[in-house]
């Protein structure tokens, strides 16, 4: 029994490594389609959309900075999905929610993971951003 334990927990981690590697792709590639328009290719705040609008986008690269060193991925997850409003998107941002979910299929549990992972995807790759 324990061979087998330590089989499933060797195969478990070989296979991490190309799953964190497509999330962070999957987060880098929503990035650039939702949020760096507004909020800039490297998440300063300065996207071609800024100028543009009436609150100007957060610098996404001070999140962990205004968090004592430590980056709010629960903050983070709740606004992107819209839990969470922010002036700024017109209040509560249930946009990206749906729309990571459009599309996914015919609405089961498991459209439902695939768009809880769009979230973390892109959170993580957020994360990315901070110095």
Do not use: W
Request: hydrophobic share 35%; with cysteine.
């Amino acid at each position: 029994m324990r061979f087998i334990t330590c089989c499933l927990a060797l195969s478990g981690a070989m296979t991490m490594t190309p799953a964190v590697a497509q999330n962070a792709d999957i987060g880098k590639q929503l990035y650039g389609q939702y949020c760096a328009s507004c909020h800039g290719e490297g998440g300063s705040g300065d996207g071609p959309m800024a100028e543009y609008l009436t609150v100007k986008p957060s610098d996404l690269t001070g999140l962990a900075a205004a968090n004592d060193g430590k980056y709010p991925m629960l903050d983070v997850i709740h606004i992107i999905d819209g839990r969470t409003g922010v002036r700024a998107h017109g209040g509560p941002m249930p946009v990206f929610g749906e729309v990571f979910t459009e599309g996914s299929g015919t609405g089961s549990y498991a459209d439902v993971l695939v768009t809880r992972g769009r979230v973390l995807s892109l959170a993580t790759y957020i994360e990315s951003l901070q110095p």
